[in-house]
């Protein structure tokens, strides 16, 4: 961690206190007046520091530009986004999470990128993820659970941007297995999995979620206009991305910590009041198939449970799902 990284930190855990040039001395083990030039900095970033003569320093503006800082400031999670690397551009931030992973990132690291060149969906799908319009980011995950749960992390995140997006943004949002988020029936966002594992263990997981926030119908390819959505478009406001990452990063938290100590059965629950309804009568594609088929439920492994198209209950790992218009 740089200096000033260290110094924001500083300042951010005094935030609603001043911290006295001295103390500040001691932690950094700089001169002060190498603490008056890193503020004058601060300040040329948009930060705005007030400082008092006997008293200290307090930061009282965080700039509005995103940064790893100002994601963290305020953020009460205890071990999601403890890191949180951000970049104004990436090819993916899975890449980046799948680097950092393979080094030392601890459980929890978040990357955040404010564009995509590269954003990928499942197989070889792309994911449009426009200059500072979404949120595009991944959590460095290193789960105690089987790999063959793993697909249940992806259910688990559906039901976690559901909850944000009722609660928070006043939306009703449906989830549609195993990955995707629509509004008013087009896709708002989409979350995809992957993992490395051995074979009864898995070393890490990296789930990336991308959220269409303040797209105008311009900001997407014409291809996908009649299919997606964004947040913007379904409220008619714009929406603050550092406080939306925030309210999700809180909520995915306390979800993963229930799905640790009770298990899947609760998410499950929660997944079958945003998702499909159990009888109901679904369409289903697959690489050989299509045909159509009750939704049965969730399996405890995250597949689908349903029906063949010769009437045998079948369980389903991979396939394109969709309602009845
Ligand atoms: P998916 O394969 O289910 O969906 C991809 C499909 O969705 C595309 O083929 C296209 O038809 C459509 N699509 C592409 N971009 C968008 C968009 N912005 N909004 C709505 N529909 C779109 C879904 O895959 C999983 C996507 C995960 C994206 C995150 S972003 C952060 C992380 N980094 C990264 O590269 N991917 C993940």
Redesign the pocket.
């Known amino acids: 961690q740089s200096t000033r990284n260290k110094l924001i930190d500083i300042l951010s855990n005094n935030s609603d206190t001043y911290i006295s040039g001295q103390a500040i001395s001691e932690q950094l083990q700089i001169s002060r007046s190498a603490i008056w030039k890193h503020m004058k900095e601060l300040e040329k970033d948009g930060y705005v520091i007030e400082g008092k003569s006997k008293r200290g320093y307090r930061i009282l503006e965080y700039p509005n530009k995103l940064s790893g800082n100002t994601i963290k400031w305020g953020l009460e999670t205890e071990w999601l986004g403890k890191e949180i690397i951000y970049k104004d551009t990436l090819?993916?931030?899975?890449?980046l999470?799948h680097e950092l992973a393979q080094g030392h990132a601890q459980h929890g690291t978040v990357v955040v990128?404010g564009e995509?060149t590269?954003?990928?969906?499942?197989?070889d799908?792309?994911?449009?993820?426009?200059k500072e319009k979404?949120?595009?980011?991944?959590f460095i995950l290193r789960p105690e659970i089987a790999p063959n749960q793993a697909p249940q992390l992806t259910l688990l995140a559906a039901t976690v941007l559901a909850e944000v997006l009722r609660r928070d943004v006043g939306v009703v949002p449906m989830i549609k297995w195993p990955?995707?988020l629509l509004i008013n029936r087009?896709?708002?966002?989409?979350?995809?999995t992957e993992m490395q594992a051995e074979q009864d263990q898995i070393w890490y997981v990296v789930l990336?979620?991308?959220i269409?926030v303040n797209?105008t119908l311009d900001d997407?390819p014409k291809?996908?206009h009649s299919?997606?959505?964004s947040l913007k478009l379904e409220t008619d406001k714009t929406w603050e991305i550092r406080d939306l990452i925030q309210k999700i990063l809180v909520t995915f938290e306390r979800t993963y910590n229930t799905y640790l100590d009770n298990g899947f059965s609760v998410i499950k629950e929660r997944w079958e009041k945003d998702g499909f309804r159990i009888g109901e009568q679904i369409k289903i594609k697959t690489l050989r198939d299509k045909w159509e088929a009750p939704f049965l439920g969730i399996a405890e492994d995250g597949a689908l449970q349903t029906k063949t198209p010769n009437g045998e209950e079948t369980k389903l790992y991979s396939a394109e799902i969709d309602w009845f218009s």
């Open positions: 090819k993916s931030t899975q890449i999470a990128a995509q590269q954003g990928r969906g499942r197989m799908h792309t994911w449009e993820s426009s979404g949120i595009w980011m991944s990955n995707d087009k896709k708002c966002a989409g979350i995809l990336g979620m991308g269409n797209h997407f291809d996908l299919r997606a959505t």
